[in-house]
T-cell receptor
């Protein structure tokens, strides 16, 4: 299957600083990328959907000015947590979706996740 | 609104035995896809099995099979010959309109 990477895998930062997380599709072009957040022992919650070259679509309740998403190329999307606070500490997972072609379904391939800890 | 419900927070099974994880969902769409994902301690999401709603035949992948009851909106996962490596969180998910909606998950423990 297709490979999606995330960097960094783990980051610790001080409160008030900004943190950037990268999501890359390594062997396919991702027309759409998704960002999820997962709290301990909870499910994945979709934060936003980004399409290459256009603005991200945020889910209800997600602050777009706090979680900046950029999808500048078909292989890279970034999530920047601005002015991070301890409540932003979580596990962030991206997924990437290529062109479905003739298929009626477009599979999402998941990255390994990034653990963010804000002190 | 689309929802996915997993009513079993935790399950356990002895190695080599069979276990069934439950999932119900709600959607007004007629064409959709259902999935079971596995999330081991590494936290990497792994696709276990997929079911297209328009297919009546239940999907199978080696030791993993589903019981898809469209009218009842039920989608259970059966794991046969359980292995220690099956220990993980299992998430049921519904896909349509380009979004994945996840259930709350079932933590499966396989013990020797």
């Amino acid at each position: 299957g297709a490979v999606v990477s995330q960097h960094p895998s783990r980051v610790i930062c001080k409160s008030g600083t900004s943190v950037k997380i990268e999501c890359r599709s390594l062997d396919f072009q991702a027309t759409t990328m998704f960002w999820y957040r997962q709290f301990p022992k909870q499910s994945l919650m979709l934060m936003a959907t980004s399409n290459e070259g256009s603005k991200a679509t945020y889910e209800q309740g997600v602050e777009k000015d706090k979680f900046l998403i950029n999808h500048a190329s078909l292989t890279l999307s970034t999530l920047t947590v601005t002015s991070a606070h301890p409540e932003d500490s979580s596990f962030y997972i991206c997924s990437a979706q290529g062109d479905s072609g003739l298929s009626s379904y477009n599979e999402q391939f998941f990255g390994p996740g990034t653990r963010l800890t804000v002190l | 609104a689309q929802t996915v419900t997993q009513s079993q927070p935790e399950m356990s099974v002895q190695e080599a035995e069979t276990v069934t994880l439950s999932c119900t969902y709600d959607t007004s769409e007629n064409n959709y896809y259902l999935f079971w994902y596995k999330q081991p301690p590494s936290r990497q999401m792994i696709l276990v099995i997929r079911q297209e709603a328009y297919k009546q035949q239940n999907a199978t992948e080696n030791r993993f099979s589903v019981n898809f009851q469209k009218a009842a909106k039920s989608f259970s996962l059966k794991i046969s010959d359980s292995q220690l490596g099956d220990t993980a969180m299992y998430f049921c998910a519904l896909h349509n309109t380009d979004k994945l909606i996840f259930g709350t998950g079932t933590r499966l423990q396989v013990f020797p």
